[in-house]
């Protein structure tokens, strides 16, 4: 789960980080009081949206030649009027795709005096299997390209769990990112305390990018990027309620009501699984076979007549969709439940598509006699290998 930049410098204010004064919008009507609330000489008015490159955005609804989702202002009637012409627009960036997120949310901040930009971040190092601290003297751009083409200026220092972020383990960060002064001493509490909120909040990531250097040689985080472990929010009910529902797709929204793992893709052959392995298994051979999936789909090991159903419709909902290849080999999962769901499902919805079922498993012959009953014009497919042939030759036909 992700969260918007003013969410997450809330949650790092409130464990003692440095963060310049703010104030959220969530409503166009806040602009004007947002605006005035903000101590400052220097606003910058920040789109908040759950994707990056926002500065170098361009809004769709404005002329090519506009100022991006991020801008300096320099007197609050100017902040104001680009809040207003902000608000509610469609910001394209290089990571949100053609179409854009809407603006539903912006966030007025003092503006800062910046010496220096510097990349830290906190993440979990599968290599070692520990927290990890990641970081760079060069802040404030593309993360991976710096990792690309200078290398060594990028330092992973681990964390041991049971000691957590020592001073040893603080003063080997302020040596990378190369604090001296006031800078220093303020770092070996911050990085603590950042450590602190990725263990007690249960992140997958903590970004802060940039973190800087005040001309007067102080920390601030400047911006910052949090994403949860989605196992473990039933342990931090406040951070659940930070979730905005309108930077999510709609299907893959559906899809967690029902605890299926969906992610929805490009192409235009909904697929139904179950096991991670095997979804996979099964894109890659639509691709194989020159088509491509619309989605993800893993139902689970023990799923319901219900769960099934809902999974049905949520592809079945996805107007890119030109046809279903569902592919179950049932140990846990059980076959005729499976063909139980399909059936209920493709009733529901009126299926329109074609439809390429391959059951192996635990009760397949009950399975394959319940689809047989139903009347629904389906094919039937021997392996994976002939139910993706099927479906793409189906689909092209079409």
Known sequence: MNIHEYQAKAILKSYGAAVADGAPITDASQIDAG??????????????????????GRFQELPADAKGGVRICTSADDAKANAHEMFGKTLITAQTGAKGKRVGRLYIEAGADIARELYLSILVDRTSGQTAFVASTEG????????????????????????GCTDADAAQLADALKLDGTAREESIPLFKILYTA??????????????????????????????????????????????????????????????????????????????AGLAMAT???????????????????????????????????????????????????????????????AKDVGLKVPLVVRLEGTKVAEGKAILEASGLDLIAADDLNDAAQKIVQAVKKG
Request: aromatic share 6%.
């Open 198 to 275: 990725f263990v007690e909040k249960d992140m997958s990531l903590l970004e802060i990018n940039p973190l800087i250097i005040t001309a007067d040689n102080h920390l601030q985080l400047l911006d910052a990027k949090i994403s949860f472990d989605d196992n473990a929010l039933f342990r931090h009910p406040d951070i659940v309620a930070l979730r905005d529902e309108s930077e999510e797709d709609a299907k893959e929204l559906e899809a967690s009501k029902y605890d299926l793992a969906y992610i929805a893709l490009d192409g235009d052959i909904g697929c139904m699984v179950n096991g």
């Open 35 to 56: 605006v005035d609330g903000v101590d400052a000489n220097i606003w910058v008015v920040k789109s908040q949206i759950h994707a990056g490159g926002r500065g170098k």
């Open 140 to 163: 404030g751009m593309d993360i991976e390209a710096v990792a690309h083409d200078t290398p060594e200026k990028i330092h992973n220092i681990t964390i041991n769990h049971s000691d």
């Open 283 to 345: 894109m890659d051979i639509i691709k194989l076979y020159g088509a491509a999936p619309a989605n993800f789909l893993d139902v689970g090991g023990g799923a319901s007549k219900e769960k099934v159903t809902a999974a049905f419709k949520i592809i079945t909902d996805d107007a890119n969709v030109q046809g279903i290849l569902v592919n179950i080999f049932g140990g846990i999962m059980r076959c005729d439940v499976i063909a139980e769901g399909i059936v209920q499902a």
